[in-house]
């Protein structure tokens, strides 16, 4: 069997190296926020994790079970939104996650909303229990 040629498929090296090496992964105990979100289609699963300081997130954690373009672009948001305000996180896209990828296969941004998604869901479970306690 000759080498997989990841470039054929489609994926940069971006998406490999982070694919290989994921930032972030892990749980918080005790988050500000935490998001699970689900793809009904591949049944992959990802939760987040965020610690948030005066509206900056300071820590961010994932778990996935899902594909290696889910665990890519999961790594990569939570490097985007570390030490982001929590407003300007929200507004991560899944189009952001791919450019900063430097692409995915059109095949495989689905998976990219799975980490964005769960980011935002995070972030309003961190905005709820502040309301909640103020
Ligand atoms: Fe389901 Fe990628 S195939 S998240």
Sequence with gaps: MGDLNVEQIGYSEKVMEHFTNPRNVGKIENPDGYGKV????????MEMFIKVDDDIITDIKFRTFGC???????????EMAKGMHVD????ITRGDV?????????????????????LQ????DYKKRKAEKE
Excluded at 68 to 78: E, F, H, L
Excluded at 98 to 116: T, V
Excluded at 121 to 124: F, G, L, S, Y
Aim: net charge negative.
């Design 38 to 45: 689900g793809n009904p289609v591949c049944g992959d699963l």
């Design 121 to 124: 869901e995070a972030i309003t």
């Design 68 to 78: 290696g373009s889910a665990i890519a672009t999961s790594s990569m948001v939570t």
């Design 88 to 91: 300007e996180a929200m507004k």
């Design 98 to 118: 791919a450019d900063e990828l430097e692409g995915l296969p059109p095949r495989k941004m689905h998976c990219s909303n799975l980490a964005a998604n769960a």
